[in-house]
């Protein structure tokens, strides 16, 4: 599933105010290091609103991995903290979304449940249009 690359610009500004080395967070992302690179590459494409092609998406999956090596790097508070700054100056609804459900993950159940719930309400409140 692809996503906004403004979610990784978020996730990559974490890691330079951190000072997370490349070959570090892809070591811990599990990832290939150029995945970084190229994912840099597609946010300059993106902000500069050029017609350039780039191959290669930026994936749920990506985004996920990414997420999961600065955690592992940082420590949960230190992410939540600095998503939650990240969320306060989001214009686009739909990347804070994508983030705070970055930042649920360790949610207890509970909390995961009432989220859910709102959720499902929500959804049956859509009204979708017909193709």
């Known amino acids: 599933m692809k996503v906004k690359i ?19 967070w892809a070591k811990s992302a599990k990832v290939r290091r150029p995945t970084i690179s190229e994912l840099r590459r597609m946010a300059i494409i993106a902000n500069n609103n050029s017609d350039e092609k780039i191959g290669r998406a930026c994936t749920l999956e990506k985004i996920s991995s990414l997420f ?12 939540k903290t600095d998503l939650l700054a990240t969320i ?36 049956q409140t859509i009204k979708t249009k017909n193709r």
């Not at 739909?94 to 719930?117: C, F, H, Y």
């Open 6 to 24: 403004t979610i990784f610009n978020a996730l990559d500004n974490i890691a330079k105010r951190h000072n997370v080395t490349d070959e570090a």
């Open 68 to 79: 999961k090596g600065l955690y592992n790097i940082l420590g949960g508070e230190m992410i």
């Open 88 to 123: 306060a100056h989001e214009k686009d609804q739909d990347v804070r979304l994508m983030i705070w459900s970055l930042i649920l993950k360790d949610a207890p159940k509970e909390t995961k449940d009432a989220i859910e719930g709102s959720m499902k309400i929500a959804a």
